[in-house]
């Protein structure tokens, strides 16, 4: 512990350094824009930047990208929560309660929490980075292509879970999202599936198109169809902040969320939406109120992004301790590491001491500049609602496709959105759950990927899923989040059932 602390006291001072506390501050305002923007994530914002990090010393270079990783996270947030259009696959769950919570003038307190919250969480993810590094790779190590399967379908199965419809609609919404990511090219074989003559359809429906058809063409065209003779939504700075009822809600939930996430962080592949999924999930299941989620949590909010940028800190571990990425994000960090003539793995520790630990104590100064800008700015942010919805609607949808199209500079992924933005629409005409699909269109290609390896690792053999503790337990926690909606479904329908009995033998002894 003492040479832990002594190895960090040396990072501040490299961290410290005037260029390098600028470079820092450059990278989180970077990471907040580039995660408010629809459509641009962490790691196409870092992959972006790439370019401009030759002629930086390498410590520099890292620092800032690390900081668009980290900032990106509390910057998913404002567009989840302000316009329901989630910047990255992370911010999903937060839109499911945030613009709720928006709609009913509680914007600022969404925003307050979720940046109390992220600070929290990544303050004492990078803490636990800090002294816990050798046992937490070791015990990430230990996760086979069973249990990253397994997770991937937990985080899929869950979604019956999330809001307040049916679970079986959520499900089969989930099926539609798996059937979505099926398209492209098969990843083993190298045969094309479901794309039908279409070339552009070889490498598959990204995320991207999906999320911002699904969420933010959807909800301008909903939107739009509705009268405007209301008042537009007015926010209040005496709302903005936290009151002590709504700290006392949500602090368990942010530490809970903070730990989930930290250790879902550790399993390379699985990363900030995988742990915002659980976060929120879990948070639903501990909480006094479960049937307020879907319709505007705040501890859910709280849950779902210290899970996020909990898990974008702890997805650091595999990278620094074993050269093998976390998430998108430290994938990206990988390449930069690798451009900069620096060989990730075991040794980094060792070779690149000075890099490693200032790195660490960076994302300490990052994240306090991050809560600095966030805190007073939330009222801005949430003023932003004042706007009549109608002058609002263009400028989304032009950044919602502009966002699609500058990802691949392909005008086919802005069909594909509009595509989608109908899709969603009518799901919203249906009364269907939508962020199941998108959820599975994100946890597919780990799921199947995982499923094959693992498949040909035992030759078919379903016994590879049951012969680990880790993955029976984790079977186990899949088979209950089928079974628990179910359950509550017939407890439901039971209660209903005995009710009207009980009043049609009342009405007729009267």
Known sequence: MIDALASLGQGFQVALAPMNLMFIFIGVCLG????????????????????????????????????????????????SVLVNVPGEAASVMTAVDGHKLAKKGRA???????????????????????????????????????EYFLLAT??????????????????????????IALIGTDPILGSSRLTFGVTELLDGIDFLPVAIGIFGVAEVLASLERSYDSEPIKTRLRDMWLSAKDWAECRVAILRGGFLGFFIGLMPGAGPTVASILAY????????????????????????????????????????????????????????????????GPTLLVEQADLVWGLIASMFVGNIILLILNLPLAPVFAALLRIPYEYLAPGILVIS??????????????????????????????????????????????????????????????????????????????????????????????????????????????
């Open 154 to 179: 937990l985080g899929i199965t869950a979604t019956a879970s999330i809001g307040s419809g049916s679970p079986l609609k959520a499900i089969l919404m989930a099926v539609f999202g798996l059937m």
């Open 401 to 510: 496709l502009v966002g699609a199209y500058a990802t691949t500079l392909s005008l086919f992924n802005v069909g594909l959105t509009l595509f989608f933005g109908m899709v969603g629409y009518l799901m919203i005409k249906a009364d269907l759950p939508r962020a199941p699909v998108v959820l599975a269109v994100v946890l597919a290609q780990l799921m199947e990927s995982s499923l094959r390896q693992s498949l040909m690792l035992s030759e078919g053999s379903l016994v590879i899923f049951v012969q680990r503790p880790l993955s029976a337990i984790l079977l186990l926690l899949v088979i209950g989040s089928l079974l628990l909606p179910l359950l509550n479904m017939l407890t439901r329908r039971r209660v209903a059932r005995r009710s009207r009995r009980e009043g049609s033998i009342s009405i007729a002894t009267k």
């Open 32 to 79: 907040q824009l580039i995660g408010a923007l629809p459509g641009l994530g962490p790691s196409a914002g870092m992959a972006l930047l790439l370019p401009i990090t030759f002629g930086i010393p390498p410590v520099t270079a890292i620092m800032m990208l690390a900081g668009i990783m980290y900032g990106g996270m509390y910057g998913g947030t404002l567009t």
């Open 281 to 344: 999930v879990t948070e639903k299941r501990f909480s006094k109120h479960p049937e307020r989620f879907g319709e505007g949590a705040l501890d859910g909010v709280a849950a779902a992004e210290s899970a996020n940028n909990s898990a974008a800190h702890g997805a650091l571990i595999p990278m620094l301790a074993l050269g093998i990425p976390g998430s998108a994000s430290t994938a990206v960090l990988l390449a930069a590491l690798v451009l900069q003539g620096i060989r990730p």
């Open 108 to 146: 600022g307190a969404a925003l307050s929490v979720s940046a109390i919250g992220s600070f929290l969480a990544g303050i004492g993810a990078v803490t636990a980075l800090v002294f816990v590094t050798p046992p937490l790779a070791e015990f990430a190590l230990s996760f086979s292509s069973p």
